[in-house]
T-cell receptor, first 114, second 113 residues
Framework: GAVVSQHPSWVICKSGTSVKIECRSL??????MFWYRQFPKQSLMLMAT?????????EQGVEKDKFLINHASLTLSTLTVTSAHPEDSSFYIC??????????FGPGTRLTVT | DQQVKQNSPSLSVQEGRISILNCDYT??????FLWYKKYPAEGPTFLIS?????DKNEDGRFTVFLNKSAKHLSLHIVPSQPGDSAVYFC????????????FGQGTELSVKP
């Protein structure tokens, strides 16, 4: 399957600071990437769709000014959690559609806000 | 409103037996269904998918069945192995929305030796 990487794999930050998470497609060009969030023992919830060279599309209830998404190249999308608070602590996962019908996921980033 | 539901949070199966994981959906605008396997603190791993125009897809030990009239799909794992123990998510792709997936809540499968 396609290889998708994320960095960092784990980050702890203080409340009020911003954190950037990178998602890279390593062996193909991804015009579209997706960002998901998973709280413990819960489902993966789509946050936004990231399109290369254009603004991201956010799901209902997701604050676009708080979760900044940039997809400046075909291999990199970034998610910045601005002014993070403890309730933003979660597992963030990116994915990308490959050959239309399958979606491959990165390993995820665990964010802990203290 | 949960559009994709996995009503069994957990399932325990003996090694060598069949594991059957179920998933129900409510939206008719899904064109593809996918199953993922996930370990804690890792990203989901793609297992198998099925188009909404099919009723069965098989890949090795994994078979997915789709019953469109009942809006139900299931993943069969035969024979089950201890290494299959993980959380399994079904996901539905929304038609014509660039690949957007809606996930179920997941079922934790435990395969006992």
């Amino acid at each position: 399957g396609a290889v998708v990487s994320q960095h960092p794999s784990w980050v702890i930050c203080k409340s009020g600071t911003s954190v950037k998470i990178e998602c890279r497609s390593l062996d193909f060009q991804a015009t579209t990437m997706f960002w998901y969030r998973q709280f413990p023992k819960q489902s993966l919830m789509l946050m936004a769709t990231s399109n290369e060279g254009s603004k991201a599309t956010y799901e209902q209830g997701v604050e676009k000014d708080k979760f900044l998404i940039n997809h400046a190249s075909l291999t990199l999308s970034t998610l910045t959690v601005t002014s993070a608070h403890p309730e933003d602590s979660s597992f963030y996962i990116c994915s990308t559609a490959v050959w239309g019908n399958e979606q491959y996921f990165g390993p995820g980033t665990r964010l802990t806000v203290t | 409103d949960q559009q994709v539901k996995q009503n069994s949070p957990s399932l325990s199966v003996q090694e060598g037996r069949i594991s059957i994981l179920n998933c129900d959906y409510t939206n008719s605008m899904f064109d593809y269904f996918l199953w993922y396997k996930k370990y804690p603190a890792e990203g989901p791993t793609f297992l198998i998918s099925i188009s909404s125009i099919k009723d069965k897809n098989e890949d090795g030990r994994f078979t997915v069945f789709l019953n469109k009239s009942a809006k139900h799909l299931s993943l069969h794992i035969v024979p089950s192995q201890p290494g299959d123990s993980a959380v399994y998510f079904c996901a539905a792709r929304v038609y014509n929305q660039g690949g957007k997936l809606i996930f179920g809540q997941g079922t934790e499968l435990s395969v006992k030796p």
